[in-house]
Every structure is written in C-alpha cells, then in structure tokens.
C-alpha cells in the first residue's frame, strides 16, 4: 500500500526542495534509488530537536514532548500518515509541533509550514512551527487549520496516489525542470505508446527550437574563435567594456564509481580505477561593470 507523509506532500505540492511529483513518483515505484542515509543536515536535525525543546521552555514557557517518531494515521484516510516532532497543550487542547532550523531570517517557509499543515490534518489538531535562526533567534509561528489547504493537500494526494496504483507518471501540471534529471533515470517497461495528435506540436517546437540553438551555438563558436585569434599568446584582452580572460585549469581525479564510495571501497579491499588528473584551458568573456 502506498501511503503519503509530510515530506512526501512538500513534493506533491511542489515546495520541496529534495524531490519533484516525477522524482517521488519514480522513488516510490523503485525506479530510481531513495537515499537511505540521512544528510548531514538530517542529522543535524535530529540532534537539536531536543535543544529546541529546552529552549521553547525557557524562552516562551512551552513544553514540548518528543514524539520518539512514532507514525500516526488519518482516521478517514490510513494511507496519510504523520510522524511529528512533538505535542504540547494549548488551553488544555494537544497541537502538534514542529522543530526546525534555517539559515537566516528571510528564509521561505513554505517548506516546513506545509510540513507542519500536513501533521495538523493528519492528526485533526492545530500546531505550533518552532523555528531557529542560525544561533540568533527562536520563533514560534501558531498555525490554524485552514480547510482550503487541507482540501488541496488532499486532492493531490489523492490524485498521486491514484497515478501510482495505475502505473501513470503525474500529468504535466506537476511538472518543473529539474524534474528531466528524473526522468532520464526512468527505465520504461513497455514498448510503445501512441500520443493524441494535438502533442504533436511538442515535437515541433522541440526541433524548431533545436535547429535555432545549434546555429546560435555555431554563432558564438565563431565569435569565440575570432577572439581568441586576435589574442595571440596572450591570456587576456581589454576592449571597451569587455575583457576576455583565458585561465588554465586543473581538473580533479575522477573514480569509475561515486566518489562517496571510494572510502568504504579502501576499507573492503575493492579495486577500483582512479583517472589521472589532466588540464584544460577554461575560456570567459564577460562584460566590466563601472
């Protein structure tokens, strides 16, 4: 059974900044690998919450219980599920928190709000979003449940978990740029499908397009050729409001595999090959502020 959480809806409604509808769609049918050990700043997380507990006490008067990650389900819908960070009491009422960090104050919150608003429906209370601001400051954000969210929240889900349990990628509503990166993972399973002939104009635009860009490409190569000519042994030029600067690079070892596994590749005694590192001539042209 395929079952819907907090972070899983930040995705869902396009807010997430770790996973798109396509890439969370293809991480749940197996397509693509879920990452199983947390980030660095997951794991950060999970050692602050307690701290920000102690903190919400001493600075507002709010207790806060940790929720040692026990899952709730909703009571009319079991494939929403919700695992808080916490609880306290509000006029005798339980609310359900949230313990958060970001980096500085501007930060957007819709990240860790819509989080929140997803823990509040799931377990029908309103909540509170605790937030720490680098090391400067602690906010408390109360949140009312808002019945519009709650219902658009719920549409999405319902529709996402319909395209999973019918084998159907999302409709291109969902659909944002990084989300090509996703689906150049997918490994499709059936052989042909027959698209309505109004897609046909995607095909068009997209040869259309292509045939411009490659000779807007031919265009600025020759335009990089005239100049770096007219350089001669010369690694940079002034002309005007423009300089073009030739720098040499160094390109780093590469590995066959991730670089992430070259460590516990050494520790198991697993060969591998390591590139040599070479270098390569990196070109610039940029126009001078004054």
């Not at 608003?117 to 602690?138: D, P």
């Amino acid at each position: 059974m395929y079952r819907i959480g907090s972070l899983d809806i930040t995705a869902i409604m396009g807010v997430s900044p770790y996973d798109t509808p396509i890439s969370l769609y293809l991480k749940k049918k197996g397509k693509i690998p879920k990452k199983i050990e947390d980030t660095f700043q997951m794991k950060v997380g999970k050692k602050i919450e307690p701290l920000l507990r102690e903190m919400a006490f001493e600075i507002y008067g709010i207790s806060i219980k940790g929720n040692d990650f026990n899952m709730r389900a909703c009571e009319d819908e079991p494939r929403f599920i919700s695992v808080p960070d916490g609880f306290t009491l509000q006029n005798g009422e339980p609310i359900v928190c949230e313990l958060k960090t970001r980096g500085y104050d501007n930060q957007k919150l819709d990240f860790y709000e819509l989080q929140t608003r997803w823990h509040m429906m799931v377990c029908k209370q309103n909540g509170l979003l605790v937030i720490m601001t680098g090391l400067h400051s602690l906010d408390i954000f109360e949140l009312q449940r808002d019945l519009e969210i709650e219902g658009e929240m719920r549409q999405r889900a319902y529709y996402f978990l319909d395209c999973l349990e019918n084998d159907r990628l999302p409709e291109e509503q969902f659909f944002s740029p990084i989300t090509l990166e996703a689906l150049k993972k997918v490994k499709p399973e059936k052989e042909t499908i027959e698209l309505p002939p109004e897609k046909e104009d995607m095909f068009k635009v997209y040869f259309e397009l292509s045939a411009k860009l490659k000779e807007l490409e031919k265009q600025v190569d020759e335009a990089k050729q005239a100049i770096i000519l007219s350089m001669f042994n010369y690694k940079k030029a002034v002309c005007g409001n423009y300089e073009a600067v030739i720098t040499q690079v160094s390109r780093k070892p590469q590995l066959s595999v991730p670089v992430d596994y070259k460590e516990q590749l050494e520790k198991m005694n697993i060969e591998f090959k390591e590139s040599a590192g070479s270098e390569y001539n990196q070109f610039r042209i940029r126009e001078i502020k004054k």
